[in-house]
């Protein structure tokens, strides 16, 4: 299918365990953007890259870990969950960062016991 | 402070009435700024972006930019039970390591 999806859809993890959210995207946009939206607070930027290989940190990196080896593909991985990592996090991808043109993912709804 | 303030709303209207949506920031350095609409459990979707000051028109949907008062505006006309969903401002430098500054969102809701 076309498009920009997240796996999985939902997860319920527990305190100290690894998680790895998955984004992949057919377009072959260059950049691709992991958000995190808690109720409160809107979109925080996790972490984004430019192009394969390439990643940057966002507003709120703490705690998580991206890597990017094949353009379509931008996993996100919290290395040891947290409660307060309890969110719903929403991958998003664009052909260029100007103008802007983000597409979203339909989410990941992540709760950390 | 955060850079983006969202009116929280909730807002609730009838049917066909004009809808008028805020954000003001506080960094003169923002150059883009983007309307996005997150229907419930879904993720944002662009409905519109304006380089620097004035206005752009989309079908219903009118945003407005005020640099000088750091104020930005989405305007829906004859709002539609469709509309309902919560708006998101968000905005960004004008450079490619940019990145989106978003506010809190308003959530709107159109009754029949």
């Known amino acids: 299918d076309a498009g920009i999806t997240q796996s999985p859809r939902y997860k319920i993890t527990e305190t100290g365990r690894q998680v790895t959210l998955m984004c992949h995207q057919t377009?072959?946009?260059?950049?691709m953007f992991w958000y995190r939206q808690d109720l409160g607070h809107g979109l925080r930027l996790i972490y984004y890259s430019a192009a394969a290989d390439i990643t940057d940190k966002g507003e709120v990196p703490d705690g998580y870990v991206v890597s990017r080896s094949k353009t379509e593909n931008f996993p996100l991985t919290l290395e040891s969950a947290t409660r307060s990592q309890t969110s719903v996090y929403f991958c998003?991808?664009?052909?260029?960062?100007?103008?802007?043109?983000?597409?979203f993912g339909p989410g990941t709804r992540l709760t950390v016991l | 402070q955060k850079e983006v303030e969202q009116d929280p709303g909730p807002l609730s209207v009838p049917e066909g009435a004009i809808v008028s949506l805020n954000c003001t920031y506080s960094n003169s350095a923002f150059q883009y700024f983007m309307w996005y609409r997150q229907y419930s459990r879904k993720g944002p979707e662009l409905l519109m972006y304006t380089y620097s000051s004035g206005n752009k028109e989309d079908g219903r949907f009118t945003a407005q930019v005020d640099k000088s008062s750091k104020y930005i505006s989405l305007f829906i006309r004859d709002s539609q039970p469709s509309d309902s969903a919560t708006y998101l401002c968000?905005?960004?430098?004008?450079?490619?390591?940019?990145?989106?500054?978003f506010g809190d969102g308003t959530t709107l809701t159109v009754k029949p």
């Open positions: 968000a905005m960004i430098f004008n450079t490619n390591a940019g990145k989106s500054t």
């Open positions: 998003a991808s664009s052909e260029s960062r100007l103008p802007p043109r983000e597409f």
């Open positions: 377009w072959s946009h260059s950049y």
